[in-house]
């Protein structure tokens, strides 16, 4: 998305469930720490199980769709467009992939995969 986020933004969509301040962080996570080290090994693990059951189910569904509707936006014209005028301002090397023109020819790798789906 471009920006980020603060404690209170993160907590809020749920994404943290609490929020320490930085001058006694590691006291407050040790303390968390140390009480969950008290409970039983196995019931630990049991409710994490039940907890996250459910996530996985719905993180795997959505996770489908998302593959689903990738794989359509990189077959459509529009993202074959996009990724031409990206790769564009990259001269392409063999051995090191692409170097980026504008950046003083600093060198990436990543960009061969690219370059090979076009």
């Known amino acids: ?32 720490a140390t009480a969950a080290a008290k409970f039983p090994p196995q019931a630990m693990k049991d409710t994490k199980a039940l907890i996250r059951e459910h996530d996985y189910g719905f993180l795997n569904e959505v996770n489908k769709r998302e593959m689903k509707l990738l794989g359509e936006r990189m077959a459509s014209e529009e993202s074959t467009s ?10 392409v090397c063999p051995r090191i992939g692409a170097t980026n023109k504008k950046r003083g020819g600093r060198q990436l790798t990543v960009f061969t995969l690219l370059l090979a789906s076009l």
């Open 82 to 91: 996009a990724i031409i005028e990206f790769m564009s301002k990259w001269e």
């Open 1 to 32: 998305m471009g920006r980020k986020f603060s404690a209170e933004e993160m907590k809020e969509a749920g994404m943290v469930s609490r929020i320490f301040p930085s001058a006694t962080f590691k006291e407050e996570v040790l303390k968390l």
